[in-house]
């Protein structure tokens, strides 16, 4: 019988249905003593790299680790600038100063929160120059030079590849994906004339496998993505130790494995994969039809026609989010917002020397957006109670009258 809250996420029913298989990987690695390493480790890295439609994958401790790792094996280091977007979780930003470089935001597109292509075009056309001395593309501001690029694929959807790629080859930039929140997501290549995978476009890609991801480990897990047999080595090296055979170091590197479990586990749930996903697209049509009346005052998703979106999220806007939030938290129905702060206002990132109205697209979302519940097993009578809820509140906040509720084209200009 189903409950009567309604969760934002739910995990446990998924372990509950592979208790038996799961349980089974745990026994084997008991059984072998296998923990780090090993075959599981393996055959996980060839079948999610199959899954990817890349050559390589490499297990690692975390998407955190999969990040700095991958930046790390394409050459980015201390003095170098890499350029993101301020409308993602911070592990993004964190890979990169955790190299050593300096992160450098472009805003994102409204509709589909991703990094802006122009946005990105205008930044490194007006707010860069080449190095007289070595030709090399330097960030105006900062001095730094500019080494790579690194579009989000937020909420389950691609970022628009093409034009990233595009300019990424005019200015000689590396391009690492953050592939965190998109596994299976799909792109309409217009260069390559057909749908890449999430993770099999940039140089390399990084993925999370945090519980709650769509592809998620019982613990800590990541991945790095890559067709560059020598990246893949190097991140093997990195999450090593810096070792490629027992006890010889060629470099400092990092205990940052994947363990033989969370392999394991997450080999199990990969070949679920593609049916969650195919889940999650269904429930996230059914919330459009849902709500498309009320799409005047919520603004719902937006999956571009080049775009095969897994919904990791579902992410609308909407006027008074806060006290939306409150009204469905008391009908028992959870919600999420991802993500409340920008990453330019975040206290960590005050040296960076951003100001409020520097990214407005990412600021006026950060104050509207609210994410509904959304997992595969999301039932067809949930979605309708979280509608009918979100529905009721819409047509409550309209009726109080336009005095009481500022239309939202002047909210949105009093905050900028
Ligand atoms: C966009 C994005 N990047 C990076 C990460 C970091 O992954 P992890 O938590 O596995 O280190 C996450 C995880 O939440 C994420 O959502």
Same mark, same amino acid.
Not at 78 to 83: G, L, N, R
């Given at each position: 019988m189903e409950s009567n809250r309604i969760p934002f996420l739910d995990l446990v029913t998924p372990h509950r249905e592979l208790k038996d298989e799961? +349980?089974?990987?745990? +026994?084997?690695?008991? =059984?072998t003593a296998g923990f780090i390493g090993g075959p599981m480790v393996e055959d996980f890295e060839k079948s999610f790299a199959k899954f990817c439609d890349v050559q390589y994958c490499v297990g690692v401790g975390s998407g955190t680790d999969a990040l700095r790792f991958a930046l790390m094996a394409a050459g980015v280091g201390? =003095?170098? +600038?890499?350029?993101t977007v301020p409308n993602t979780f911070i592990a993004t930003s964190e890979a990169v100063s955790q190299c050593g470089a300096l992160p450098r935001f472009v805003d994102v597109n409204e509709r589909t929160y991703?990094? =802006?292509?122009n946005k990105l075009g205008e930044y490194l056309d007006s707010e860069c120059s080449y190095n007289d001395g070595n030709g090399k593309l330097v960030d105006k501001r900062t001095g730094r030079g500019v080494k790579a690029i690194v579009p989000v694929h937020l909420y389950g959807q691609m970022a628009d590849m093409d034009p990233i790629l595009e300019l990424a080859e005019k200015y000689h930039l590396i391009v690492i994906e953050d592939a965190c929140q998109a596994h299976g997501a799909e792109y309409l290549s217009r260069r390559d004339q057909g749908w890449k995978k999430a993770g099999s476009m940039g140089k390399a890609a990084a993925f999370s496998f945090?519980?709650?991801?769509?592809?998620? +480990?019982?613990?800590?897990?990541?991945a790095v993505t890559t067709n560059d047999a020598a990246l893949a080595q190097k991140v093997r090296s990195l999450r090593d130790h810096g070792q490629a055979q027992k006890y010889y170091h060629d470099m400092e590197g990092y205990n940052g494995r994947l363990d033989s479990i969370q392999a394991g586990i997450l080999h199990v749930k990969l070949r679920r994969l593609s049916q969650w996903n195919e889940r999650r697209r269904e429930c996230a049509l059914r919330y459009q039809e849902l709500l498309g009346a009320a799409s005047e005052v919520i603004k719902l998703p937006f999956e571009p026609s080049w775009s095969r979106a897994v919904y990791h999220l579902y992410v609308v806007?909407?006027?008074?989010?806060?006290?939306?939030?409150?009204?469905?938290?008391?009908?028992?129905?959870?919600?999420?917002?991802?993500?409340p702060i920008p990453l330019h206002q975040q206290k960590a990132y005050k040296n960076l020397g951003y100001h409020e109205g520097d990214f407005p697209v990412t600021e006026k979302a950060a104050a509207k957006i609210l994410s509904l519940p959304m997992f595969p097993g999301l039932s067809h009578a949930q979605q309708d109670r979280v509608a009918q809820q979100v529905l009721e509140f819409v047509a409550g906040e309209s009726s109080a009258g336009a005095s009481a509720a500022p239309p939202l084209t002047n909210a949105i200009s009093q905050r900028a």
């Open positions: 799961l +349980a089974a990987v745990f +026994a084997h690695a008991l =059984d201390p =003095d170098d +600038a890499v350029i991703n990094m =802006d292509v945090y519980p709650g991801k769509n592809l998620g +480990a019982c613990g800590e897990g990541g806007q909407v006027q008074y989010r806060e006290k939306l939030q409150k009204q469905l938290g008391e009908a028992g129905i959870g919600t999420g917002i991802h993500y």
